[in-house]
C-alpha cells in the first residue's frame, strides 16, 4: 500500500521547466505599467517626434493624428459623455505609458519592434502634444513619462475590483 | 428495356392511381444503383476534409483592417449542428496576422513576482498532466453589430459568429506558477503573445492560478496557427481577447499594467462617459440558429426551431423561445450536454402556419442571470459601446419565407 502512495507524491509536483535566461527577460520584458517601472534609458522631444510620425505613421493616422485608415489619435476631449463621443489617445486612453508600451511593441504595423526607445519617447512626446497634453517643447525620458495626467485618468470603474468588494 | 419517356409515364399513372400504388417497383430499378455502388471508392488520405459538397460552410472573412492579417473571420453558426466548432471553422480575431511558430524554437517564459524566473519550451509543456474541457470562446466584440441604430441584414454566423466551441487540452496555468513560485505581493499576471501585435492582457493572479489552462489541443489535435499554435492561455468563460494565443510570456506583476487592449479597448463607455474596465466574464447569451438571418423558408409546415445558449458565468439553465416579440414564453428542449462555460444546443419543435412572425430565443444561467432584450441591454451604455453585447436576437420570418434581423 505504502509503496504505490510514494510513488504518487513524488510524481505530483513535475518540474520540467529551466532557470531563465537573463538576455530573454531582457530581450522579450517590454510591457510598461502605469509608474513607469522599466522604462529605458533615452529620452524623445516633441520636434523629433513630429518628424518621426512624418515618416512612418501618418500614412495610417493621418495629419496631426487625425485617423483614417487607422485609429484617431487626437482630439474628441470632453466628448466621452455625449451622444457622439470620440475615442482617442487624447481623450480616453488613461496612462501615457500605455502610448509607450504599444507604440514599441506593435508599430509601424508593417515594422513592428523597429522603433528605437528614443523613437518611441519622441512618438509619445509628439502625439501627447497636438492636444497640449504635454507642452511643444516637451522631452520625455523614463522619468517625464509617468507623471503625465491624461484628460481621461479618472474615467475608468474597475468592474472586477467592484465584483470582489 | 423501358424507355425513360415510358418510365416517366409509368410512375406519372402510379402516382395518378392512388397513394396506395405511388411506392411501386420503378420500371428500371437499375437507374438507382448509383455510380457509388458500382465503382471502388478513392484511397485513404493522410488527413481527411469535409465533402467537396460543402465547400459553402466556410469562415466569413471581415474586411481586413489596417494590414492584411488585422481583424476577424466568423464561425457560419448557421451551418454547424451541436456544440462543436470542427478546428477549420473556429472564428478568428487577430491584430497582425497568424504567425508561423516552429514549436522547436517557442518558449514560454514565466518572471517578474517569482522566487525562480522559468522558461519552458514547448517539448517539455508537453510532459505535464493534462486536463480537458469543452469550452467556449467568445470575441468581447461578437454581435456589436446589435448596438448599431438599424439592424445589419445577414446570418446568424455575420451577426454573432466571432464564437466557437471546443475541447481544450493542456496543463494547469497555476502548477507552472507554483513552480516559478510567486512572490506575496504578485497579485496579477500579465500574458503576452508573440505575434507581431505582442498582444497582452492583465489578469488577476488568483483567477489565473485557480482557472488559466495552458491549451496545446483543439478538439484532439495540436491547435490551429490561427488559435495560438503551438499554446495559447484559455481563461473559461472570460472574453476571448485575453485567451492570449502564441503565449509566450507571463509576467507576474503587482497590478494591472493597463495595456492598450484593456483601456483604449475591450472597456465599456456608459453614458455619462465613464467607462468599466476589467469587465471579464462574457455574459450569458443565446442564439437561434435555424432559422436565422437571410435564410429562406419552405413555407408553411413543420420545423425544428434550433440555436446555441452559453455563459461565461456557469451553466445555462434554461432557454426560452417567444414568438410573440416577447409577450409569453416556451421553454425549449435542451438534450444536452450542458456544461459550465459551453456552448448548450436547445431545440423546439414549431409548426409554422405560414405568418409573418418574430422568433427570439432568452437564455438563463445557473447563477440566476437572465439575457436582457435589446433596449435593457443598450440602457446604461454610450452610443459608441459594442463590447459584450448578450442583447436577445429577433428574428422575423416573413409570409414571404425571408428571415430577417429585426429590432423588435
Same mark, same amino acid.
Given at each position: 500500500?505504502?509503496?504505490?502512495?510514494?510513488?504518487?507524491?513524488?510524481?505530483?509536483?513535475?518540474?520540467?521547466?529551466?532557470?531563465?535566461?537573463?538576455?530573454?527577460?531582457?530581450?522579450?520584458?517590454?510591457?510598461?505599467?502605469?509608474? $513607469? &517601472?522599466?522604462?529605458?534609458?533615452?529620452? +524623445?522631444?516633441?520636434?523629433?517626434?513630429?518628424?518621426?510620425?512624418?515618416? #512612418?505613421? *501618418?500614412?495610417?493616422?493621418?495629419v496631426?493624428?487625425? $485617423? &483614417?485608415?487607422a485609429?484617431?489619435?487626437? +482630439?474628441?476631449?470632453?466628448?466621452?459623455?455625449?451622444?457622439?463621443p470620440? #475615442?482617442? *489617445?487624447?481623450?480616453?486612453?488613461?496612462?501615457?505609458?500605455?502610448?509607450?508600451?504599444?507604440?514599441?511593441?506593435?508599430?509601424?504595423?508593417?515594422?513592428?519592434?523597429?522603433?528605437t526607445?528614443?523613437?518611441?519617447?519622441?512618438?509619445?512626446?509628439?502625439?501627447?502634444?497636438i492636444?497640449?497634453?504635454?507642452?511643444?517643447?516637451?522631452?520625455?525620458?523614463?522619468?517625464s513619462?509617468?507623471?503625465?495626467?491624461?484628460?481621461?485618468?479618472?474615467?475608468?470603474?474597475?468592474?472586477?475590483?467592484?465584483?470582489?468588494? | 428495356?423501358?424507355?425513360?419517356?415510358?418510365?416517366?409515364?409509368?410512375?406519372?399513372?402510379?402516382?395518378?392511381?392512388?397513394?396506395?400504388?405511388?411506392?411501386?417497383?420503378?420500371?428500371?430499378?437499375?437507374?438507382?444503383?448509383?455510380?457509388?455502388?458500382?465503382?471502388?471508392g478513392?484511397?485513404?488520405?493522410?488527413?481527411?476534409m469535409?465533402?467537396?459538397?460543402?465547400?459553402?460552410?466556410?469562415?466569413?472573412?471581415r474586411?481586413?483592417?489596417?494590414?492584411?492579417?488585422?481583424?476577424?473571420?466568423?464561425?457560419?453558426?448557421?451551418?454547424?449542428?451541436?456544440i462543436?466548432t470542427?478546428?477549420?471553422?473556429?472564428?478568428?480575431?487577430?491584430?497582425?496576422?497568424?504567425?508561423?511558430?516552429?514549436?522547436?524554437?517557442?518558449?514560454?517564459?514565466?518572471?517578474?513576482?517569482?522566487?525562480?524566473?522559468?522558461?519552458?519550451?514547448?517539448?517539455?509543456?508537453?510532459?505535464?498532466?493534462?486536463?480537458?474541457?469543452?469550452?467556449?470562446?467568445?470575441?468581447?466584440?461578437?454581435?456589436?453589430?446589435?448596438?448599431?441604430?438599424?439592424?445589419?441584414?445577414?446570418?446568424?454566423?455575420?451577426?454573432?459568429?466571432?464564437?466557437?466551441?471546443?475541447?481544450?487540452?493542456?496543463?494547469?496555468?497555476?502548477?507552472?506558477?507554483?513552480?516559478?513560485?510567486?512572490?506575496?505581493?504578485?497579485?496579477?499576471?500579465?500574458?503576452?503573445?508573440?505575434?507581431?501585435?505582442?498582444?497582452?492582457?492583465?489578469?488577476?493572479?488568483?483567477?489565473?492560478?485557480?482557472?488559466?489552462?495552458?491549451?496545446?489541443?483543439?478538439?484532439?489535435?495540436?491547435?490551429r496557427?490561427?488559435?495560438?499554435?503551438?499554446?495559447?492561455?484559455?481563461?473559461?468563460?472570460?472574453?476571448?481577447?485575453?485567451?492570449i494565443?502564441?503565449?509566450?510570456?507571463?509576467?507576474?506583476?503587482?497590478?494591472?499594467?493597463?495595456?492598450?487592449?484593456?483601456?483604449?479597448?475591450?472597456?465599456?463607455?456608459?453614458?455619462d462617459?465613464?467607462?468599466r474596465?476589467?469587465?471579464?466574464?462574457?455574459?450569458?447569451?443565446?442564439?437561434?440558429?435555424?432559422?436565422?438571418?437571410?435564410?429562406?423558408?419552405?413555407?408553411?409546415?413543420?420545423?425544428?426551431?434550433?440555436?446555441?445558449?452559453?455563459?461565461?458565468?456557469?451553466?445555462?439553465?434554461?432557454?426560452?423561445?417567444?414568438m410573440?416579440?416577447?409577450?409569453?414564453?416556451?421553454?425549449?428542449?435542451?438534450?444536452?450536454?450542458?456544461?459550465?462555460?459551453?456552448?448548450?444546443?436547445?431545440?423546439?419543435?414549431?409548426?409554422?402556419?405560414?405568418?409573418?412572425?418574430?422568433?427570439?430565443?432568452?437564455?438563463?444561467?445557473?447563477?440566476?442571470?437572465?439575457?436582457?432584450?435589446?433596449?435593457?441591454?443598450?440602457?446604461?451604455?454610450?452610443?459608441?459601446?459594442?463590447?459584450?453585447?448578450?442583447?436577445?436576437q429577433?428574428w422575423?420570418?416573413?409570409?414571404?419565407?425571408?428571415v430577417?434581423?429585426?429590432?423588435?
Amino acid at each position: 500500500m505504502l509503496k504505490p502512495l510514494l510513488f504518487l507524491l513524488a510524481a505530483a509536483a513535475p518540474h520540467f521547466g529551466q532557470p531563465a535566461d537573463p538576455a530573454l527577460i531582457k530581450a522579450w520584458d517590454v510591457s510598461i505599467p502605469p509608474d $513607469g &517601472k522599466g522604462l529605458p534609458p533615452g529620452q +524623445g522631444s516633441v520636434a523629433e517626434g513630429s518628424g518621426i510620425y512624418a515618416e #512612418k505613421c *501618418v500614412m495610417c493616422h493621418g495629419v496631426n493624428g487625425a $485617423g &483614417k485608415p487607422a485609429d484617431q489619435l487626437t +482630439g474628441g476631449i470632453g466628448t466621452l459623455a455625449s451622444d457622439h463621443p470620440v #475615442k482617442t *489617445v487624447s481623450s480616453y486612453w488613461p496612462y501615457a505609458t500605455t502610448l509607450f508600451d504599444y507604440i514599441r511593441r506593435a508599430m509601424p504595423v508593417t515594422h513592428p519592434r523597429s522603433l528605437t526607445d528614443h523613437e518611441t519617447y519622441a512618438l509619445v512626446a509628439y502625439i501627447l502634444s497636438i492636444d497640449g497634453i504635454v507642452k511643444k517643447d516637451a522631452v520625455l525620458d523614463a522619468k517625464s513619462l509617468p507623471k503625465i495626467k491624461m484628460p481621461n485618468r479618472d474615467g475608468f470603474i474597475d468592474a472586477y475590483g467592484a465584483t470582489k468588494r | 428495356m423501358t424507355s425513360k419517356t415510358s418510365r416517366r409515364k409509368f410512375l406519372k399513372t402510379a402516382l395518378v392511381g392512388g397513394a396506395g400504388v405511388a411506392t411501386a417497383i420503378p420500371a428500371r430499378a437499375d437507374e438507382y444503383i448509383t455510380q457509388a455502388m458500382t465503382t471502388p471508392g478513392r484511397p485513404f488520405t493522410a488527413y481527411g476534409m469535409p465533402s467537396p459538397h460543402e465547400a459553402d460552410v466556410k469562415r466569413l472573412l471581415r474586411p481586413p483592417g489596417i494590414s492584411p492579417g488585422s481583424g476577424a473571420s466568423q464561425t457560419p453558426l448557421e451551418h454547424l449542428e451541436g456544440i462543436i466548432t470542427p478546428n477549420g471553422l473556429h472564428y478568428e480575431r487577430h491584430h497582425n496576422g497568424v504567425p508561423d511558430i516552429d514549436p522547436a524554437t517557442h518558449k514560454l517564459l514565466i518572471h517578474g513576482l517569482v522566487k525562480t524566473p522559468l522558461e519552458f519550451s514547448v517539448d517539455a509543456l508537453l510532459r505535464y498532466p493534462r486536463v480537458s474541457a469543452i469550452h467556449f470562446l467568445e470575441c468581447g466584440g461578437n454581435s456589436g453589430a446589435l448596438a448599431t441604430p438599424q439592424p445589419v441584414q445577414a446570418t446568424a454566423g455575420g451577426l454573432h459568429g466571432l464564437l466557437s466551441c471546443a475541447e481544450w487540452s493542456g496543463v494547469n496555468l497555476g502548477m507552472l506558477l507554483d513552480e516559478a513560485g510567486v512572490e506575496p505581493e504578485g497579485k496579477w499576471i500579465l500574458a503576452e503573445s508573440g505575434d507581431a501585435a505582442s498582444l497582452s492582457r492583465s489578469i488577476p493572479l488568483a483567477e489565473a492560478h485557480e482557472q488559466g489552462i495552458l491549451a496545446l489541443f483543439q478538439n484532439g489535435e495540436r491547435i490551429r496557427p490561427e488559435q495560438g499554435y503551438p499554446v495559447r492561455l484559455l481563461m473559461p468563460g472570460w472574453e476571448g481577447n485575453l485567451n492570449i494565443k502564441w503565449l509566450h510570456r507571463i509576467k507576474v506583476t503587482p497590478g494591472p499594467t493597463m495595456a492598450k487592449d484593456e483601456t483604449s479597448k475591450y472597456s465599456q463607455s456608459l453614458k455619462d462617459g465613464k467607462a468599466r474596465q476589467f469587465n471579464f466574464i462574457q455574459p450569458v447569451k443565446s442564439v437561434i440558429t435555424r432559422p436565422s438571418g437571410n435564410m429562406t423558408m419552405n413555407g408553411p409546415g413543420y420545423y425544428e426551431i434550433s440555436g446555441l445558449a452559453w455563459s461565461g458565468h456557469g451553466k445555462i439553465t434554461k432557454v426560452e423561445i417567444s414568438m410573440d416579440n416577447g409577450a409569453t414564453w416556451v421553454e425549449a428542449e435542451m438534450p444536452g450536454p450542458i456544461l459550465p462555460k459551453c456552448l448548450t444546443r436547445f431545440r423546439l419543435p414549431w409548426q409554422w402556419d405560414g405568418k409573418a412572425v418574430v422568433l427570439q430565443s432568452r437564455s438563463t444561467d445557473d447563477q440566476g442571470n437572465v439575457q436582457p432584450t435589446r433596449d435593457q441591454w443598450k440602457a446604461p451604455y454610450s452610443s459608441a459601446q459594442f463590447y459584450q453585447c448578450n442583447a436577445i436576437q429577433c428574428w422575423q420570418v416573413g409570409a414571404d419565407n425571408t428571415v430577417k434581423n429585426v429590432y423588435a
